[in-house]
């Protein structure tokens, strides 16, 4: 009998892992405690420039590169050519729990070419250093000086040229971890090593690009006997917006109309407008021409608008300057162009920001306080590729907080690969997320194709308690279209530190964006457009960098694509809304209880309250208050304990049907043909017909409210409208309290008094006319 299969761990789990250890290196961060990871010893390296070189017996030159070799580790600088003076200044890093052996050898070689089976490369000397004799350096210490080495011939004796090298005992927080050629990437060379380093990315800064063209003068058509129909088209980069065909169809037409773009420092592409006459579907004519750099675009944070100008058209459509200059008449084009910076530029989904600070640093507010971040380990990662037969990992993660994206260096071949790497942001406002996310490096090896995502964590700083180090082990939870999937555990240590306990409660009385999107708020359709061009800018800016960040990271990272159709997310939110609605359902069904006298002892008390209340209405908004405090208070011994993570139940991951799941990740445009499309759209008409439905009875209920005073039904209305002047003499002429503890007294009545028959008013309002009726 075959064991049962066991079910996937997908919860979180508090660790106790042994952090702590040095301080960060620096100028900057003197003062920047390291002790939210584990301490790692390394061996560090730095080969800074050699002199003296003899020339090699075969081409009378010298081709240098050094060789450090620890037991089966050895790492290599580049080569020079014919250069006997070469300087390298790079640093290896050898991890000491990997080291097993009693000395390190410095090799200095000279690369020869090997021609028809000859000779290999040329020893020209080395250095032999015993373990015992190496330094130890403990940051904040400057760094170790290096210092000129004599070489040894193989037979011992002293050969020609020396060496400058240093080599000492660090660890992670030394300053030259980071740019260092790591044990762990042994088996990567070349161009390839710079993607395995850690970096400290930065995001430009975005800016949205307002342009409000309000109309044009004098332009010039060569189709005389047809009313122009002329709008603007408008280009930055690979964006273009058009505005609508103008109202007024003559040659000085009117828009007053707002174009937007997302644009990032530094500016590279100018804008481009085109005033255009559509002659016919897909043809159109230029009437005109206007190129407008960036930077000479008014910087605007306040709610007042620039000033509009008129701008001269290019009509020529020539590049010579001097046709240009003797240009006497020039049609032209009205219009604002500014760079707003009063607002936030969104990149990330609105539900979970890391920032929502203006573009302009001057309306930024005050740091509250620090946020700090250790990526320990991560452990039972699953093969992501396949090498030499067997299934292998590169794992590296970021994270992104704010405008800040930090990278960690690349693990290789590894299921538990160990980071320890710490890093640190400044924070604005505490009702912010951390993302992290971890990939497998596909570009270690040429032929490499795109990193391969293996899952991501989120962590709400306003769920963290100020002061506390939190260390758990978070799941790495990956949807594919054959199922929610482990993919391993990656190991945190959060740490929120306030500055200002003050400060951190008064930002939950301030504005959660700056004030121009309240002043002059943006639509949701222009925030999902804009929101893709940030998006789309990013990625080309931090791919630009070294190493790269690569498109699959970002949009991964940023959540694009997350306001896709997805049938899954739809019943996540309707069993989120669900979840809330359990409440007040809850309520009704304890109201009803007490009015079917199921528990006679309860009934009775309430109905004395009530007629406390009745008789003590100051006291009625108090006892609310008191009771939400109470419920406040009881419900602190059950707190949350943990930073929340991802929850599959919640998500509906572990139930989603597979079809839906093989929907979810279809591109867009759809790549399916045939039948599948026939079922998803026959699928997809039923939900919509069973939301039409929700739509029309909720619709049919508001017309009946409508009803009672629309003579629509003539004698509902007249029996209401006497409803309503019999009600108002008996509620003058009775006391209110009197009439509410008659009302309370025939609501709670004893079952034995009431008839399970829907009550007077439910009938009378079911009987009122609608406008369903109307419909085809």
Known sequence: MAPPEQKEDFSLKETSPKIGGGRVSGSDKLTSSFD????????????????????????????????????????????????????????????????????????????IVVVNGGGGDQIIGKITIDMPDIPKRVPPDSPLAPQWYRLEASNGTRARGELMFAIWWGSQADEAFSDAWHSDAAAVSGESIMNCRS?????????????????????VTKIKNKNPEVRVKAVLGNVILKTRISQNKNLNPTWNEDLMFVAAEPFDDPLIL?????????KEECLGRLVMPLSKADKRFLPSPVGAKWYNLDTSMSDDVADKKNVKFASRLCMRFSLDGGYHVFDEATAYSSDLRATMKQLWPGTIGVLELGILSAKGLLPMKSKDGRGTTDAYCVAKYANKWVRTRTV??????????????????PCTVITLVVFDNCHLHPNGGTDTKIGKVRIRLSTLETDRIYTHSYPLIALHPTGVKKMGEIQLAVRFTCSSFFNLLQTYTQPLLPKMHYIHPLSSSQINSLRHQSTRLLSMRLSRAEPPLRQEVVEYLLDVGSQMWSLRRGKANVSRLMGFSQGILAVGVWFDKIRQWKN??????????????????????????????????????????????MDIKLSKADTAHPSDLEEEFDTFPSSKHGQILTARYDRLRDLGGRLVMLIGDLATQLERIQSLLSWRDRRATSMFLMFCLVAAVVIFMIPPKQLLLFSGVFVMRHPRFRIDIPALPQNFFRRLPARADMLL
């Open 412 to 429: 290789v071949d590894s299921f538990d690969p160990k980071f320890n790497e710490q890093y640190t942001w400044e924070v604005y406002d």
């Open 199 to 219: 970096k400290v990315y930065v995001s430009p800064k975005l800016w949205y690009v307002r342009v409000n063209v309000i109309e044009a003068q004098d332009l």
């Open 36 to 111: 939210l990871v584990e301490h790692m010893e390394f061996l560090y390296v730095r080969i800074v420039r050699a002199r003296d070189l003899p020339g090699n017996t075969v081409t009378n030159t010298c081709d240098p590169y050094v060789e450090v070799k620890i037991g089966n580790y050895k790492g290599t600088t580049i080569h020079f050519e014919k250069k006997p003076d070469p300087e390298w200044n790079q640093v290896f890093a050898f991890t000491k729990g990997r080291i097993q052996a009693t000395s390190v050898e410095i090799c200095l070689k000279d690369k």
């Open 600 to 645: 006679p002892k309860l009934t009775i008390s309430v109905f004395i309250i009530y007629v406390f209340v009745i008789f003590s209405p100051q006291m009625i908004i108090p006892s609310v208050l008191l009771f939400l405090f109470g419920t406040g208070i009881m419900n602190f011994r059950n707190r949350p304990r943990n930073p929340p993570h």
């Open 274 to 282: 085109t005033v255009e006459n559509e002659l016919a579907p897909n």
